[in-house]
């Protein structure tokens, strides 16, 4: 089966989608627990996802919840059903992860916070 990828610095597996109960498409991740894990173990081994508190050479202020890829979106927050604030879907490493942790791959310029049609609807 072929697949697309998408550039952020590097190759990017574009996210696979699943319908919930109501119809509405998430991300496999915030819906499987065990794509989730496995995704996240992914992660930890590839990227040193971790809570930069054990360590690291991560500055602090380079966590999930202000990065380029954080995805928050109410779309997406309403698919991992945590209303906290606390977790937020990686759309690089596509798992849901945790708001004060951070990784090798943070990126500048988050969180994603609007979808962008609801944004520059008029303007699409």
């Known amino acids: 089966m072929p697949s697309i990828t998408i550039t952020f610095g590097e190759m990017t597996p574009v ?7 109501d119809g509405k498409k998430c991300p496999v991740a915030t ?8 995704n996240k173990e992914s992660a930890v081994e590839t990227a040193d996802y971790r809570d930069p ?3 690291g050479t991560s500055r602090l202020s380079d966590v999930c919840g202000n990065c380029g890829a954080y995805n928050q979106t109410d779309d ?7 209303e906290s ?9 596509k798992f849901v992860c945790a708001a004060d942790h951070t990784c090798d791959k ?5 969180p ?3 979808d ?3 944004d520059y609807g008029e303007y699409l």
């Not at 996210?15 to 109960?21: E, L, N, R, Y």
């Not at 604030?85 to 490493?93: K, M």
């Not at 943070?106 to 988050?110: A, P, Y």
């Open 112 to 114: 994603i916070t609007s």
């Open 53 to 55: 508190a054990d360590g």
């Open 76 to 82: 997406v927050l309403e698919c991992i059903g945590d």
């Open 106 to 110: 943070w990126v500048e310029g988050g």
């Open 116 to 118: 962008l049609e609801d």
């Open 31 to 38: 819906r499987d627990e065990a794509v989730n894990e496995k």
């Open 15 to 21: 996210d696979q989608f699943m319908d919930d109960d």
């Open 85 to 93: 604030g606390d977790v937020g879907y990686c759309q690089l490493l």
